[in-house]
């Protein structure tokens, strides 16, 4: 699987489980609500300092978003 496209399917994944629309995780992170639907669709290639920035208010590691899921 891509890289971008496993990102994605991630944070989708933590995002959901948290409760977070695409909005109030873009609001908490200051992105745009169409950034984060970009990076959740694998088509965005966010840097490693955006994957902070998504991860912090999500209470996971950066890395968790580069994980395969079991």
Known sequence: MAIRRLVGRNLKRFREASGLSQEALAFECGLH?????GVERGVRNPTVEVLAKLAEPLGIHPWQLLVPEN
Do not use: A, K
Not at 33 to 37: A, E, H, I, K, P
């Open 33 to 37: 609500r169409t950034y984060v639907s």
